[in-house]
Every structure is written in structure tokens, then in C-alpha cells.
T-cell receptor
Framework: DAMVIQNPRYQVTQFGKPVTLSCSQT?????MYWYQQKSSQAPKLLFH???????NEADTPDNFQSRRPNTSFCFLDIRSPGLGDAAMYLC???????????????FGPGTRLTVL | DQQVKQNSPSLSVQEGRISILNCDYT??????FLWYKKYPAEGPTFLIS?????DKNEDGRFTVFLNKSAKHLSLHIVPSQPGDSAVYFC?????????????FGKGTKLSVKP
């Protein structure tokens, strides 16, 4: 089955220690997104890649970076995690429906990040 | 400031009855709306969508209604089943806009009691 996979599902890191979350997709979608979701809050878009083009949201802290080495993989790097970065991180993808971008996004199961 | 609002954090419904989940938005540029369903420990899954050229879209037990003048949409589930118990997110975007960025509401937790 085509899907979006996130590893690990649970990640524990220490305050200030860099951490990388990974996402892979078998849907061959052009666009990959990273969202941050804190408890009882809406998922908040951090950034997305359209193919190799990186699009950062204006209010995403510099502490958050991303890499997309190929169509299938996308990484979220948190350079110096703070306690406030503890959250669920969701990866999503979307492709094209006919000649227009399909706004339906397919989500992975998420990685829950704990910062000690 | 929240552009997509789901003002009810939770909703409890008896099995077989109708569930109505509500969503309001403030940005008049939004012209495409989606509902996602999320079970614990899983990512959100797409449920149903509607574009602003329509006022209703139906898919089996799920119907979404859009009232553009009121900037309001609702999701109706009839009949509700215990398996429908989940968190439901409303999301909005500008179709053809910036690579399909979705703005989500905070979600409504639906509990369907047997």
C-alpha cells in the first residue's frame, strides 16, 4: 500500500541536543509538509517542499530546518530543542490531480518528541 | 489569530443518531475545505472535502455543508457509529494557492456511545 512513513514514532532527546525526524513516502508526491501539533492545538505548518523548492513559513523558528534529498524522503532537523518544542510532528504529502495541485494531504502517523 | 475555528472541543452522541461538527472561518479567500479524522496514535486521514462552488457534498454517511455568507461549514454523520469516535479536524485552503497549504482548526473530539 502506498503510504507515508515516519520514524521513529517516539523520540526522546535532551534539552539542546540536536535531533532528526524522518519521513518517507511511496506515493511519489511532489509536495512534502512538516507540521507541529501541540496538545489540543491545531496542526501548524512549519515548512514544505515542492519538489526541491523549500518554502518556510514566516513564523517557523530558525531552530527548525529541513532536508529533502530525493522525492521519497524528507527530514526535520531541530538544532537545539527546547522544552517548548515537545510536540507531535506530522509529515504529509500531496500530489497533482489532473493539472492542479490536489489539496488532499496524506499524513504519516507522526513522531512524538519529548524533550528532557 | 485563528483563521479556522472549531469552537466545540468535544461532542458526545448516541449510536444511530446524527453527529454535527461545526467549523467557522474568517478568511474570505478560502475556497476549499476539508475534514480530517484522527484516531489516537495515528495521523489524520482525509474524510471529505468541498469547494466553494458547492454548498453540499455527500459521501455515504458523511455530508459536508458550506454556508459561504456565514463563513461556516458543518460535517454531518448519519447514522453515527462507535467507530466514528475520533478527533475531527476542519481545514481550509485557497485552491490553486501556495502549494495547497492547509490551515487547520483545533479539532473536535467526537464520542459515539453504544
Amino acid at each position: 500500500d502506498a503510504m507515508v512513513i515516519q520514524n521513529p514514532r517516539y523520540q526522546v532527546t535532551q534539552f539542546g541536543k540536536p535531533v532528526t525526524l524522518s519521513c518517507s513516502q511511496t506515493l511519489n508526491h511532489n509536495v512534502m509538509y512538516w507540521y507541529q501539533q501541540k496538545s489540543s492545538q491545531a496542526p501548524k505548518l512549519l515548512f514544505h517542499y515542492y519538489d526541491k523548492d523549500f518554502n518556510n513559513e514566516a513564523d517557523t523558528p530558525d531552530n527548525f530546518q529541513s532536508r529533502r534529498p530525493n522525492t521519497s524522503f524528507c527530514f526535520l532537523d531541530i538544532r537545539s530543542p527546547g522544552l517548548g518544542d515537545a510536540a507531535m510532528y506530522l509529515c504529509a504529502t500531496s500530489g497533482h490531480l489532473r493539472d492542479r495541485l490536489d489539496h488532499e494531504q496524506f499524513f504519516g502517523p507522526g513522531t512524538r518528541l519529548t524533550v528532557l | 489569530d485563528q483563521q479556522v475555528k472549531q469552537n466545540s472541543p468535544s461532542l458526545s452522541v448516541q449510536e444511530g443518531r446524527i453527529s454535527i461538527l461545526n467549523c467557522d472561518y474568517t478568511n474570505s479567500m478560502f475556497d476549499y475545505f476539508l475534514w480530517y479524522k484522527k484516531y489516537p496514535a495515528e495521523g489524520p486521514t482525509f474524510l471529505i472535502s468541498i469547494s466553494s462552488i458547492k454548498d453540499k457534498n455527500e459521501d455515504g454517511r458523511f455530508t459536508v455543508f458550506l454556508n459561504k455568507s456565514a463563513k461556516h461549514l458543518s460535517l454531518h454523520i448519519v447514522p453515527s457509529q462507535p467507530g466514528d469516535s475520533a478527533v475531527y479536524f476542519c481545514a481550509a485552503s485557497v485552491y490553486g494557492g501556495s502549494q495547497g497549504n492547509l490551515i487547520f482548526g483545533k479539532g473536535t473530539k467526537l464520542s459515539v456511545k453504544p
